[in-house]
């Protein structure tokens, strides 16, 4: 159960924690000199740390064992709006990677940015695969691969989107349209029992997605992976997640071959106000 931990001599009672918090389960009674969780406080308490975050005199802290102890700095300076807005547009999926693995060290500090990404309840419960080993990173391609030769005959719900014996064909010629040669494979997988799961997945993909280029890492969705890793047996073992656990949404990622130099052109906006 999380605690609250209140250093009663920098709070300023100003309340900031009691109106941030999601679950109002902090209060500051009359006449008390500090915040408290409520009767029911601690056992509801999802360890957000907004009230942490919000506390002008850092006087209040939430405890719990499975919070990393690290505390991270805001930033020097704002981030400039436009600047955002632009480096957004740039963003693109990578299908040419350079053969040089991008260190384990590099990958782990994306990661550490993504895990603060947005989950249901603050659950944070996803998990991550890296593959690494490029050798093993084709071994599971021809294995996704096989899928995509099960998938040739009428019926596949790939057939009318996707031409699948052309990429059979491609992969046959030595080329590889599945995993794009990306050297590595990230992989956030989780207990799929809790209703969010799937969807936190994917936001953390789209995390990584963004925070990556910033480092001069590429990265790519990997769908037909990702298709494959839930459908066909012989990969899923391979990846031998744990019992319960599935795969969300697989990314490659490596150096990128390709300098873009101007967003390109997108669909119009299709917005409805009510
Ligand atoms: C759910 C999903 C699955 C994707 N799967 C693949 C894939 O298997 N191979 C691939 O080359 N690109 C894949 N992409 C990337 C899209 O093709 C790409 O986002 C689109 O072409 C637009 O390019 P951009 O991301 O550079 O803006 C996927 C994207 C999404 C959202």
Known sequence: MPDLIVTGTLCTRCGACVATC??????????????????????????????????????????????????????????????????????????????????????????NVVRFAPTGSNRQGIKWLVI???????????????????????????GPHFNVAGMIRSWRKGNDPICRNAPHLVIPYSDRQHPTADVDSIIAAAHLEIVAPAHGVGTCLGGFFQMAAEAWEPLRQALSLPEGHRPGYTILLGYPVTTYRRPPKRNRLDLTWR
């Open 132 to 158: 690494h080993d490029t050798a093993e990173v084709r071994r599971l391609t021809g294995l996704a691969v096989d899928w995509l030769r099960s998938q040739r005959e009428g019926g596949s719900r790939l």
């Open 22 to 111: 999601p679950l109002r389960i902090i209060e500051l009674p009359e006449g008390s000199l500090s915040p408290r969780f409520t009767d029911t406080g601690a056992a509801r308490c999802i360890a957000c740390g907004h009230c942490e975050a919000v506390c002008p005199t850092s006087a209040l802290l939430v405890d719990a064992p499975r919070l990393d102890p690290s505390t991270y700095s805001p930033p020097s300076t704002p981030l400039a709006a436009e600047d955002l807005d632009a480096y957004l547009r740039m963003r693109r999926s990578i299908r040419h990677f350079r053969p040089d693995p991008v260190p384990r060290e590099t990958i782990e500090g994306l990661l």
